[in-house]
C-alpha cells in the first residue's frame, strides 16, 4: 500500500491568502515542482486550491484532475501530527463540494487522509490505516450519483465512522429540507420548488401563475439557480415581468423557487445565524448583520461596524444559555430530521419565535480566519467548536475500540448496543433485566412466534418479556431517577422514529451510541418512562395522596 502524498491543504493557504500574505513564493515553488516532475500530484493538488482561493476555477478544475489522476489519496498534518488519524471520503470539486474539515482540525495535532471517491469507483482499495473515517462529501446536484455510490460502498463499513448517512446527505437539497420541515411548528422552512428556466419564461409572459408554480406564493419570491451557493445568481423578484431579465443573465436550464420572507428586525437589519451541529448539539459559528436581506458575512461590513461586532461578541458568549435555549425545540427537530453527526445551518429568528431555515448543509464553511486583532471574542467560541468537532471523532473511535466497555450500575454487566435500526427496546430491555441480547430475542420469541429477530418489538411483547423475567413493567410520565428505566424518545439519529434508551440508575446508556441523549434531551423529548411496579409504588402512592388532599378523587371512591 502506497503513502498518500502529503500536501499543504485548504487551511495554511486560505488562510494566507485570507490574511493578504504574499503567497507568489509557494505557487512559485508549485510550478517548479509541477514542471520538474509531472507525477508530483501533490503539487497540482495544492495548486489547485491556490487557483480556487484567487478566483480562477476553470484553471483550478484542471489542476484538480491532474492530481487525482495521479492519486486518488492525499495527507494534511495538522501541528505535531501526533493526534488522530481521520480518513476522509472526499470527491472532487471547489470548496462546496465536501465538509471544510482542515478548517475544523487546522488547530488540532490530526492527520486528514484524504480518500477521493466519484460515482466510478468500484471498490475501496489500497485504504490507509486510520483510526476513524469521516464522510465529508456534500450535498449537490452533482454530488448526487458520488453519494448514491458512497452508499454502496459504505454498505458493510465496520470501523468506527461519522457521518455514515449518504442519503441524509443527499436529503439536504433546498427543496428536500423545505419539505421534511414543513410540519414542524418550531422551524419555517419556506416551500421551495424546481422549476425549469421554459416554467419561468412563462410565468415572466403571464402564460402560468405563479400559484401553479408554488402553492400559495405571492410576490415577492427569491430566484437562483440549482446548486449554487453564497447567493450566486440569486435575486428576489417583486413582479412577473423581472423575471425576463433575470433569465437574459442567467445560463443555468433549472431553478429553485421560494416565498421572500422579510426576516428584518425592529431597526430594519437583517440577521443572519450560522450554527454547526456536532452530535445533536448546537455550537455558534456567526452572526453576520446587514442592512441587505440577502447577508454574508464578508459582504456585511461586520469588520468596520464596531456595534455589530458587539452583537455578534454578546450572541457567542450568551449562546448556550440564550439562544440555544429559545430554539430548543427547533434545534431537536433539526438533529432528529437529518439524523446526521454533523452538519450547519444557515437561520434567521423571527419576531414570532420561529426559526427560519436558510439552508442545511455537511459543507458550510465554518472557520477563525478572521484576525483576532477585529474580532478578538471569535478564539473561544470557535476554539469551542472545533474541540467538540475533534472529540466527536475521539468519541466515535473510543466507542469502537474501548477495552473497558460502559457497565449498567444496576447489573454490573456491560451495556448492550444496537445490530439494527429497530433493536433498541431489545437492547433496552437486556440491559434493565441482565439478560444478553439472544436471550431477550429468544423470550421474545416465546411471547409471539412471529416476533421479528432484530425488532421491532411492540409494548406488548416488552412487558410479556419482562414477566417472563419476573418483572412487572408501568408506564407513567414521572420515572424515580433512582431507579432502572426504559425512556422513550424521539430518535437521535433515525429521522421520524420512536427511541427506547436504559437509564441504570446513574446514567442515560443509548443503545443507538448518540452522545445527543442526555438528561436534558430526557427532560425536553421524553415520551414515556417504564419502571417496574414496585419501584414506581412511591410514586403512584404520592399521586393518590396529593389527589386525595385536592379533593379530586379519594383513595377508596365510594360506589355509584
Known sequence: MSDPYLITGKAP???????????????????????????????????????????????????????????????????????????????????????????????????????????????????????????????????????????????????????????????????????????????????????????????????????????????????????????????????????????????????????????????????????????????ASHLAISDHWMVHYLSAGMAQHAERREEEAEWMASFDSDFAVRHAAAFDALHRRFGLDYFSIDCAELSDGRLLMFEADVAMIVHSMDPETVFPYKKKAMGKLFAAFEEALRDRMWRATSTSPVTCANTGRPAVYQRTDDDCLICALAMFTGRTYEEIQQVARSCDPMFPLGGPMSHSIMRGVANQCGLVLLSSIYMLWNKPAIIGVVSPTVPNTGHAVFWDGEKIIDPGLSARVDRAYIDRCGLEFTQRASDLAPLINHEISISYVAGAVTSEEPNA
Open 13 to 283: 493557504i486560505v488562510r494566507a491568502i485570507y490574511e493578504k500574505r504574499d503567497i507568489a513564493p509557494l505557487w512559485n515553488q508549485l510550478l517548479a515542482r509541477a514542471s520538474t516532475d509531472l507525477s508530483d500530484a501533490a503539487a497540482f493538488m495544492d495548486a489547485s486550491i491556490v487557483l480556487h482561493t484567487v478566483g480562477e476555477p476553470e484553471k483550478a478544475v484542471i489542476s484538480q484532475k491532474a492530481a487525482l489522476e495521479l492519486s486518488r489519496q492525499y495527507r494534511i498534518q495538522n501541528g505535531r501530527g501526533t493526534g488522530l488519524n481521520i480518513l476522509v471520503f472526499m470527491t472532487a470539486g471547489d470548496f462546496m463540494a465536501n465538509t471544510p474539515i482542515e478548517f475544523l482540525l487546522e488547530q488540532s495535532d490530526t492527520n486528514l487522509l484524504l480518500y477521493y471517491i466519484d460515482a466510478d469507483t468500484k471498490e475501496l482499495t489500497d485504504i490507509p490505516d486510520h483510526d476513524v473515517a469521516f464522510v465529508a462529501i456534500g450535498e449537490s446536484t452533482a454530488n448526487l450519483p458520488v453519494l448514491e455510490n458512497v452508499e454502496r460502498l459504505l454498505r458493510d463499513w465496520s470501523g468506527p465512522i461519522v457521518n455514515n448517512a449518504p442519503r441524509a446527505i443527499m436529503d439536504l437539497s433546498r427543496d428536500g429540507v423545505a419539505n421534511a420541515f414543513k410540519d414542524e411548528r418550531a422551524v419555517l422552512a419556506p416551500a421551495t420548488v424546481r422549476v425549469t428556466r421554459d416554467a419561468l419564461q412563462k410565468l415572466s409572459h403571464g402564460e402560468v401563475q405563479l400559484g401553479k408554480l408554488l402553492e400559495g406564493a405571492r410576490f415577492p419570491i427569491i430566484v437562483r439557480p440549482l446548486g449554487t451557493h453564497a447567493g450566486k445568481g440569486m435575486e428576489k423578484i417583486s413582479a412577473r415581468w423581472e423575471l425576463t431579465g433575470y433569465l437574459n443573465a442567467q445560463t443555468d436550464s433549472d431553478f429553485y423557487l421560494t416565498p421572500f420572507i422579510d426576516y428584518s428586525d425592529a431597526d430594519g437589519k437583517f440577521r443572519k445565524q450560522r450554527i454547526a451541529f456536532i452530535n445533536g448539539k448546537a455550537y
